[in-house]
């Protein structure tokens, strides 16, 4: 049983900063589910784990692992109960190419800053199929600890990139790719027709899809509220859209496909 | 202009605790929409400004007014950006009773546990036209100050009703309520008939629908995961389903009414 040097709880405080997880080129997760489907997907650098853990689950492949206590796991822990098993992994390179992602369905992120929110929009791209995720670099960090958490392990399927949204959008329209926006005010989703591939583009929490974007867009969709008139609501929030509209091009593409 | 004395600002800091929002029938919000919102609905007992809110803004009806400077409000806000409004409101008995709850779509959410999304699925139920949700008795505290800045003002037209929801859920079968639940196996949401009323019920961000309310509920509804065969994901947030479930309800009334 070992003891955490001082220097791996001072490497692991340091990861939840968007500062050294840029310089270090890693990130933390923590917990079962998360740590073993994340560990399909990335390299895994460092694996703490206690021996309770150890009991029920086989390691996964890592560099290096360290067997400690309850006592020493909690020090690292940054959950309320921990299930004793903490992993850095190593971020990876995304690679993309441009008819490739015109034939697919992908998100594209203006700005999102809530982790909370990024961590849930990819877990709905996992669910709905959605291979690849497009972010402003402007967006909160794809690898923050809550972000990490929220995709419930959704991160090892899905590819999240940085890009320059509005130059990114317009070479999209070199490739005939379809864009949708989700707006307050476009037209209804469910009367529009939609095509099975294609960018959908979400807006940031406060301000929406920012003009530059919304001008480049030709195709504003909404979410009808209900009733339709006189409703109170200003807005759904951004990844319980995402959700929504994932859903809704995804039941036309089966309902296309039955016809 | 005045100083806010340390009675008010600990009556303030213990609100952030569930105890004491029940012992005082009181809770907190922070915000200009929010307060603007709330106050529609709640009785205000206390508001702290500072002389800038108020140049832009009518104050709300309240029992006390505080104006206090930028440095002064600092010591109360939560947010990283405080916009110089904060309220102390009433908490409020909610009132529901059976055969009218049976002609509307309602919510029955089972010991959710993340304030974040006991929030979001408010502001769902506000776009929707959801009046009435029925929370479980271990379900996070409505009135937390997480839960009630993620309503985003929706907690002033949405009631929230605490309930023991199996007594409940096998109350309103003798008033003929369609009932339905969300589960990972069931039916397909979009090729099942769905009703304009009843109830929806979610089950724990960890562990779904209990077996205890899974027996009474005679509709298990499924949102289709995309391909729909050797999909990876295990499960999508709660508040996106809700979100899913109560779209495709609302669309399927309104193009009913169409045909």
Redesign the interface.
């Given at each position: 049983m070992k003891v955490l040097s001082k220097n791996k709880i001072k490497l692991i405080s340091r990861l939840q900063q968007k500062k050294w997880r840029d310089e270090l080129g890693c990130f933390l997760a923590e917990g079962t589910?998360l740590v073993i489907d994340l560990s399909t997907s990335f390299k895994c650098i460092l694996l703490v784990v206690t021996p309770d853990w150890l009991k029920d689950h086989l390691p996964i492949q890592t560099e290096e692992i360290l067997i400690v206590t309850s006592e020493e796991f909690k020090k690292i822990s940054t959950q309320k109960t921990p299930q004793g098993v903490l992993a850095i992994f190593k971020k990876k390179e995304t690679k993309w190419l441009f008819p490739e992602i015109s034939s697919q369905l992908c998100f594209a992120l203006e700005d999102i800053q809530d982790p909370?929110n990024l961590g849930?929009i990819i877990?709905?791209a996992?669910?709905?199929?959605i291979s690849n995720i497009f972010c402003s670099q402007y967006s909160t960090d794809v690898y923050g600890t809550k972000v990490v958490q929220?995709t419930?392990?959704?991160l090892a399927?899905v590819q999240v990139h940085i890009v320059h949204l509005p130059d990114f959008l317009i070479e999209s329209k070199k490739y005939q790719t379809p864009l949708y926006g989700t707006f307050l005010k476009g037209e209804n989703i469910?009367t529009t027709s939609l095509t099975t591939e294609g960018i959908i583009v979400l807006g940031n929490e406060g301000n929406g899809i920012s003009s530059a974007l919304e001008n480049i867009i030709p195709t504003h969709l909404t979410?009808?509220?209900?009733?339709?008139e006189n409703?109170?609501?200003?807005?759904?929030?951004v990844?319980?859209?995402?959700?929504?509209v994932a859903?809704?091009f995804?039941?036309r593409?089966?309902?296309n496909k039955k016809i």
């Amino acid at each position: 049983m070992k003891v955490l040097s001082k220097n791996k709880i001072k490497l692991i405080s340091r990861l939840q900063q968007k500062k050294w997880r840029d310089e270090l080129g890693c990130f933390l997760a923590e917990g079962t589910k998360l740590v073993i489907d994340l560990s399909t997907s990335f390299k895994c650098i460092l694996l703490v784990v206690t021996p309770d853990w150890l009991k029920d689950h086989l390691p996964i492949q890592t560099e290096e692992i360290l067997i400690v206590t309850s006592e020493e796991f909690k020090k690292i822990s940054t959950q309320k109960t921990p299930q004793g098993v903490l992993a850095i992994f190593k971020k990876k390179e995304t690679k993309w190419l441009f008819p490739e992602i015109s034939s697919q369905l992908c998100f594209a992120l203006e700005d999102i800053q809530d982790p909370g929110n990024l961590g849930t929009i990819i877990r709905v791209a996992d669910w709905f199929g959605i291979s690849n995720i497009f972010c402003s670099q402007y967006s909160t960090d794809v690898y923050g600890t809550k972000v990490v958490q929220a995709t419930m392990g959704a991160l090892a399927r899905v590819q999240v990139h940085i890009v320059h949204l509005p130059d990114f959008l317009i070479e999209s329209k070199k490739y005939q790719t379809p864009l949708y926006g989700t707006f307050l005010k476009g037209e209804n989703i469910y009367t529009t027709s939609l095509t099975t591939e294609g960018i959908i583009v979400l807006g940031n929490e406060g301000n929406g899809i920012s003009s530059a974007l919304e001008n480049i867009i030709p195709t504003h969709l909404t979410i009808p509220p209900y009733p339709s008139e006189n409703f109170t609501s200003e807005s759904l929030n951004v990844s319980v859209a995402a959700g929504i509209v994932a859903a809704e091009f995804r039941r036309r593409l089966v309902i296309n496909k039955k016809i």
